[in-house]
């Protein structure tokens, strides 16, 4: 199953947003809301596309704060949140692959291909994953870990140095 990687730019946005309400099943205004107002990092983020140019694979990257994510972590853990706002980091936002790519290599070399950028620039990658999705393990494959959880996810830290 060959694909082509390419670079997303803002353009892809209503892409993006797709394909969070249905593989997700979140709501198209909240989805809507997060993709303008969360800081995606267009340039890292990844787009897959088959040999017929449908898109496969999505993924988006964005450099909203932790606390952006989860405020309850200011309260509960300031210094800890205070130690990770020191270092440089970029989050995954969305990372999802179709349903005939999964198993594939397709997710590998998404993050591969952006790889040299994140290793050049930042010292941690953050992963934020709800806890009724499967990838928790698949993270931790990669080498994330755990540093905090609330009700709704697992946050990872995925070291780059």
Not at 85 to 98: G, K, M, P
Not at 104 to 112: C, G, H, K, P
């Amino acid at each position: 199953m060959p694909y082509t990687l390419l670079r997303m730019t803002p353009e892809d946005a209503p892409l993006t947003v797709d394909w969070m309400v249905r593989q997700y099943g979140f709501q198209r205004p909240e989805v809507e809301r997060w993709v303008g107002d969360l800081h995606f990092n267009w340039p890292l983020s990844v787009k897959a596309l088959d040999q017929e140019g449908h898109v496969v694979g999505l993924l988006n990257m964005s450099d909203y704060r932790i606390e952006e994510e989860t405020p309850l972590i200011a309260v509960e853990q300031p210094d800890l949140l205070a130690r990770m706002n020191a270092l440089r980091y970029t989050a995954v936002f969305s990372f999802i692959v179709a349903p005939e790519y999964r198993g594939s290599r397709l997710n590998y070399d998404m993050i591969l291909s952006t790889m040299p950028e994140l290793k050049a620039h930042y010292d941690f990658v953050f992963v934020p994953v709800l806890h009724r999705l499967k990838t928790h393990q698949y993270w931790q494959r990669w080498g994330a870990r755990e540093f905090y959880r609330d009700a709704d996810c697992v946050y990872y830290q995925l070291p780059l140095r």
